[in-house]
C-alpha cells in the first residue's frame, strides 16, 4: 500500500506542476501582450500609474508561483516540506500586494493588519528556525 | 512511542490496533478519492473554463489566484494523508507535525488572499494565530527536547504515550 501511497503523492505532484506551469505560460503572454499594447497604444502617459502597477503585480506574481513551484518540486523529489520557506513565499506574496497597493483607497486599519501579518510571519519563520536548530528531533519528519 | 506489539492483545484492547489501522486505510483512500477530483476538477477549470470559453487572454487575478489556492491545497492533503500514514503504519501522532501543517495551510491561504475586500481585523487576527502557531510549535519541541534528555540521562520521562 506504502508504493501507491508514494505513487499517488508523486503524480499528484507532478500532474499540479504540469498544470502551474502553464498557468504560468498563460501569465507571460498575457504580460506581454499587456506591455506591448500599453507601449502601443496613443494613452501611454496618459494612465501611467495604475497600469505600472498591474503590469508590476503581474511579474511578482510569477515570481511567487515560480517559489511555490520550486517548494513543490523539493515536496516531489526529497519528499519534505520546509515550513519556513512557505511561511517566506508567504511574506513574499504579502510584500507583493503591499508594493501595488493603492494607498490612497485603503483604510488604515487595512494597513495596521497587513503589518501585524507580516511581523507575526517573520517571528513565526525566526521560531520554527529557532526550534529546528535548538531542538533537533530524534525522529524522521517528512514536514520540516 | 509506545508501540504495542501485534493487535491480540488481551483483555479490552483486543482488535483495536487492527480497527485503527483500517479505519485510517479507508479514510486515505476516501482522502486519496478527493484528491483525484481536485486535480480533476483542477484540469476541468483550465482546460474548460479558459481555453474552451475563449476567455484565455481575460484571465483575470481572481482566477489566478483561484487556481494557485487549488494547487497549494493539494500540498496540504497530501501532508495531512502522511500524517495520517504515520499515524496508520507507525502508532505515532506527531503533534508538532499537525501545528506546522496548520502554519503551512494559513500561509498558503495568505499567499491567495485578495487584498482588496478584505478587513484589517481578519490580517491582525491570522497574524496572531501563525504567531501563536509558531509559538507553540517552538514550546512542543523544547518540550520534547527535554524528556528525551531525561531519557539520555536514565530518568524516567513524564510520559510516554504516542503523541
Known amino acids: ?134 531542538f533537533p528531533g530524534e525522529r524522521e519528519d517528512h514536514i520540516k | 512511542m509506545n508501540v504495542v506489539e501485534g493487535g491480540g492483545r488481551k483483555g479490552t484492547r483486543f482488535g483495536f490496533r487492527e480497527f485503527k489501522k483500517w479505519s485510517i486505510f479507508v479514510t486515505m483512500g476516501f482522502i486519496a478519492l478527493l484528491l483525484v477530483y481536485v486535480l480533476l476538477g483542477m484540469a476541468y477549470y483550465l482546460v474548460y473554463g479558459l481555453f474552451m470559453d475563449g476567455t484565455l487572454f481575460y484571465l483575470t487575478k481572481e482566477d489566478i489566484l483561484y487556481l494557485l489556492g487549488s494547487f497549494l491545497m493539494v500540498v496540504v492533503i497530501l501532508e495531512i494523508m502522511e500524517t495520517m500514514w504515520l499515524y496508520g503504519t507507525k502508532d505515532e501522532i506527531h503533534v508538532e507535525s499537525v501545528v506546522l501543517i496548520a502554519i503551512t495551510a494559513i500561509a498558503n491561504q495568505l499567499i491567495v488572499f485578495d487584498f482588496q475586500v478584505t478587513a484589517g481585523s481578519l490580517l491582525a487576527g491570522a497574524g496572531v494565530l501563525v504567531l501563536a502557531l509558531g509559538a507553540a510549535f517552538y514550546l512542543i519541541r523544547n518540550t520534547q527536547w527535554q524528556s528525551s534528555e531525561k531519557k539520555e540521562l536514565g530518568e524516567k520521562p513524564d510520559r510516554d504515550d504516542l503523541f
Do not use: C, P, Q
Not at chain 1, 506591448?36 to 497604444?41: C, M, N, R, V
Not at chain 1, 511579474?59 to 515560480?66: E, G, W, Y
Not at chain 1, 511555490?68 to 517566506?88: F, N, Q, S
Not at chain 1, 507575526?120 to 525566526?126: D, E, F, H, K, Q
Open chain 1, 1 to 134: 500500500v506504502h508504493d501507491y501511497f508514494r505513487l499517488l503523492k508523486k503524480w499528484s505532484i507532478y500532474f499540479t506542476m504540469v498544470l502551474v506551469s502553464i498557468v504560468l505560460l498563460i501569465m507571460l503572454a498575457i504580460l506581454v501582450f499587456y506591455v506591448i499594447d500599453l507601449i502601443t497604444g496613443n494613452n501611454f502617459f496618459i494612465e501611467g500609474k495604475a497600469d505600472i502597477l498591474y503590469i508590476l503585480g503581474l511579474f511578482l506574481l510569477v515570481v511567487v508561483i515560480l517559489e511555490i513551484m520550486e517548494t513543490m518540486y523539493i515536496y516531489a523529489t526529497k519528499e519534505e516540506i520546509h515550513v519556513g520557506a512557505v511561511v517566506l513565499i508567504a511574506i513574499t506574496a504579502i510584500s507583493r500586494e503591499l508594493i501595488v497597493f493603492d494607498y490612497e483607497h485603503v483604510a488604515g486599519a487595512l494597513l495596521a493588519g497587513a503589518g501585524i501579518l507580516i511581523a507575526s510571519l517573520a517571528t513565526a519563520y525566526y521560531l520554527i528556525l529557532r526550534a529546528h536548530r535548538e
